[in-house]
């Protein structure tokens, strides 16, 4: 057995274990944050901030009427309390940029949301960038910790300095691993929003995509691989199958 495998399985210290346990829940929180920024949502907000003068102060259109997208995101219902101020929000709402249209008689203006700007996608590109960084801001952070508080009980005498050293290691590795993890998953969420104006930007973008590229094979591989022992296993059970109804037929004709 390795020595260090021998030691890791051996050594009883309680400082890697929550060290790595923050760690990869700070993996868990980030990916969950990613999840928040998407694409359609950027002409959302837009729109939930127009702001129209009305009798001489600013109103926020959700305070004019009810706000819904029962069916796509992209298309927005907007059902105004006072019929009277239908024209001038219809107007208005055109004047800003919104496809909208108001049937004679109904108290619904239908608007439908452009897709977002390169420029827009753009911005959720950068604040994806700002939480991988904040991220991995965060391991740092609990690497550090950690290692003051090793270094503390060193001093005190709790832990010699195999178990630190030992300690400090497995630390080391799991930063390394789950740092590289959220870069990778903070690269592919750049360029899902993206598409074809994703661009490297950070220093270790083009190494990830790399990586990326290389998961996408693997995984393309495997279900290809997964396919053909499918087609393969089928077609053993019908050569069974042809067999078994052979095999019957000529006991049958045997018996007659």
């Known amino acids: 057995m390795d020595e260090v495998n021998y030691i890791s399985s051996n050594v009883d210290e309680g400082y890697s274990p929550e060290a790595i346990a923050n760690m990869e829940n700070a993996l868990e929180e980030f990916i969950v944050s990613l999840l928040e920024i998407r694409p359609e949502d950027a002409n959302i907000a837009v729109f939930r901030g127009l702001k129209i003068t009305l009798q001489g102060r600013p109103r926020r259109l959700a305070e ?4 819904e997208s029962p069916d796509n995101p992209m298309k927005i219902e907007l059902m105004i309390y006072n019929k009277e101020q239908i024209e001038k929000i219809l107007e208005f709402i055109k004047q800003n940029g919104f496809p909208a249209k108001n049937d004679a008689g109904s108290q619904f203006i239908h608007i439908k949301v452009p897709k977002p700007s390169r420029m827009q996608l753009e911005e959720l590109g950068d604040e994806v960038i700002r939480r991988t960084n904040s991220a991995c801001t965060r391991l740092m952070k609990v690497k550090t910790n950690t290692s003051l508080r090793i270094r503390a009980a060193m001093e005190k005498e ?3 300095q195999r178990v630190s050293g030992f300690a400090l290691k497995k630390i080391d590795n799991a930063l390394e691993r789950i740092t590289k993890e959220i870069k990778i998953i903070g690269v592919m969420k750049r360029k899902a929003i993206l598409g074809s104006f994703f661009k490297t930007i950070e220093r270790d973008d083009a190494d990830m995509v790399k990586i990326i590229n290389k998961r996408v094979k693997l995984e393309k591989d495997k279900i290809s691989k ?5 087609i393969q296993a089928e077609a053993i059970e019908n050569q069974n199958q042809t067999s078994e109804k052979i095999d019957v037929e000529n006991a049958n004709n045997i018996a007659s």
């Open 64 to 67: 004019l009427g009810n706000v």
């Open 158 to 160: 709790y832990i010699d």
């Open 226 to 230: 997964e396919q053909e022992l499918r």
